[in-house]
């Protein structure tokens, strides 16, 4: 159980809620950026998630962080990191769709790659395009993304 981070009343503010099923006592959940709904039986259905948080070979990874690291490789000009949660097995894993500077070779980008994020982290899968597809309020379409990456 806990009741927040310590001396950071924002924080806990931001990640901590009182539980909505009754309002008696203090009783704070944390909110951990799964959705879910729950089922005329009531049962829970999960239903994803509110980030780019994934669990993949037993860690937690925000593909966030490693689109941070990839564009930081000199002459990434922009990239999004995938994650294909297949039920096939041999399917799962982590991709990416980059855009690159003239000359610059995707194998030269993966090498930078694992020097700036824990291999586990690292892109199966690197995909180059010219530009990344949106959406039409300008940011990365990742459905598109997918879709060029992994099928």
């Given at each position: 159980m806990s009741y927040g981070y310590?001396?950071?009343?924002?924080?806990?503010?931001a990640a901590f809620i009182q539980n909505p099923r009754h309002d008696?006592?203090?009783?704070?959940?944390?909110?951990?950026?799964?959705?879910?709904?729950?089922?005329?039986?009531g049962a829970i259905l999960f239903i994803g998630r509110r980030d780019q948080q994934i669990k993949y070979m037993?860690?937690?990874?925000e593909l966030g962080e490693i689109e941070s690291a990839l564009i930081t490789v000199e002459g990434v000009r922009d990239g999004v990191v995938l994650?294909?949660?297949?039920?096939?097995?041999?399917?799962?894993c982590i991709g990416a769709l980059v855009c690159l500077d003239d000359g610059i070779d995707k194998a030269d980008v993966m090498a930078a790659l694992k020097k700036r994020v824990p291999s586990y982290m690292v892109p199966h899968k690197m995909v180059e395009t010219a530009s990344l597809p949106q959406t039409p309020n300008g940011k990365a379409d990742r459905k598109a993304a997918f879709g060029i990456v992994f099928d």
């Amino acid at each position: 159980m806990s009741y927040g981070y310590l001396n950071d009343d924002e924080k806990t503010a931001a990640a901590f809620i009182q539980n909505p099923r009754h309002d008696l006592y203090h009783d704070p959940i944390y909110r951990t950026g799964d959705l879910a709904r729950i089922a005329p039986d009531g049962a829970i259905l999960f239903i994803g998630r509110r980030d780019q948080q994934i669990k993949y070979m037993g860690n937690r990874i925000e593909l966030g962080e490693i689109e941070s690291a990839l564009i930081t490789v000199e002459g990434v000009r922009d990239g999004v990191v995938l994650f294909n949660d297949s039920p096939i097995v041999e399917e799962k894993c982590i991709g990416a769709l980059v855009c690159l500077d003239d000359g610059i070779d995707k194998a030269d980008v993966m090498a930078a790659l694992k020097k700036r994020v824990p291999s586990y982290m690292v892109p199966h899968k690197m995909v180059e395009t010219a530009s990344l597809p949106q959406t039409p309020n300008g940011k990365a379409d990742r459905k598109a993304a997918f879709g060029i990456v992994f099928d």
